[in-house]
């Protein structure tokens, strides 16, 4: 099984974030049950991170890239472009599917 997104409400359908961009979004992060165990909402601001230096785990990293600015998206993310089969100690248990809602805010493209 590979990732799936589902899309929750359309971006602007031109502007698309590439590797060395830092990417501003709001996310919600859930196991399979439903159990929350992160959110960017919870921490009072969107989580930023530079994309294509193996800052986030792949499956996330791989549907961000394939969101426009302002789509709102449900990945589905599967345990091998997860946290595999050692999970996170105490928060993410061993081969676990996770699912993030999100919503790609912000694109800051480096000038070179």
């Known amino acids: 099984m590979g990732l799936t997104i589902e899309i ?9 974030p590439r590797a060395g961009d830092i990417v501003s979004i ?3 992060g859930t196991l399979e049950d439903g159990t929350q165990f992160d959110s960017s909402y919870d921490r009072g601001r969107p989580f930023q991170v530079e994309l294509g230096v193996g800052a986030v ?5 791989e549907g961000v890239l394939k969101l426009s600015k ?3 998206a449900i990945l589905t993310i599967p345990p091998n472009l997860a946290y595999g089969d050692e999970g996170v100690p105490s928060l993410i248990p ?3 599917l996770l699912k993030f809602e999100m919503q790609l805010l912000e ?4 000038v070179s």
């Not at 929750?8 to 698309?16: F, L, N, Q």
């Not at 694109?107 to 480096?110: F, L, M, Q």
């Open 8 to 16: 929750v409400a359309p971006g602007d359908g031109k502007t698309y």
């Open 26 to 28: 709001h996310y919600v």
């Open 57 to 61: 785990i792949k499956g996330w990293e």
């Open 70 to 72: 302002g789509e709102k």
């Open 94 to 96: 061993p081969n676990a």
């Open 107 to 110: 694109i800051h493209r480096p």
